[in-house]
């Protein structure tokens, strides 16, 4: 993982750099399966959420949990195992050219109602206060 410390993070760049696997053309969805880039973006994210993450992993009955948040201009669903070992964490731009049925039978495929319901909810907020200032992140996928 030191590899990727590498990147420079604000104050040094503009926007934080987040690390994916996958990423669209437009760059508006991207999706990290290698744990060492999701545990790198935890820690970007800082030590409170990191905290928060392991506290619902502790309280989960299963063997994992879902956690759905907005990060910058992104919805963010943090997908990991209850042993932290593998994981998938994808972002989803909130401005998307889909009719409302069509994202959420694709989040149901994907994930649960409930985490379909939460998705739009984190969605609505962040329609509600879009403005230049969120516009803070940025999707990365590494070559090498």
């Not at 948040?69 to 050219?97: S, Y």
């Amino acid at each position: 993982m030191e590899k990727y410390y590498l990147i420079e993070q604000p104050p040094l760049a503009e926007k934080y750099t987040f690390l994916v696997d996958d990423i669209s053309d437009k760059v508006n969805y991207g999706r990290a399966t290698d744990i060492d880039k999701i545990n790198y973006n935890r820690k970007i994210m800082g030590e409170k959420f990191d905290i928060d993450v392991k506290v619902g992993l502790l309280m989960a009955e299963s063997k994992g949990s879902t956690f759905v948040f907005d990060l910058g201009q992104f919805i963010c669903v943090l997908e990991l195992r209850a042993d932290q070992k593998e994981g998938k964490m994808t972002f989803f731009d909130c401005v998307i050219d889909m009719p409302k049925n069509d994202i959420n039978k694709m989040l149901v495929d994907a994930y649960s109602q409930n985490i379909a319901n939460e998705w739009f909810k984190v969605q609505e907020r962040l329609l509600a206060d879009l403005s230049p200032e969120t516009d803070i992140v940025r999707l990365h996928k590494p070559e090498f």
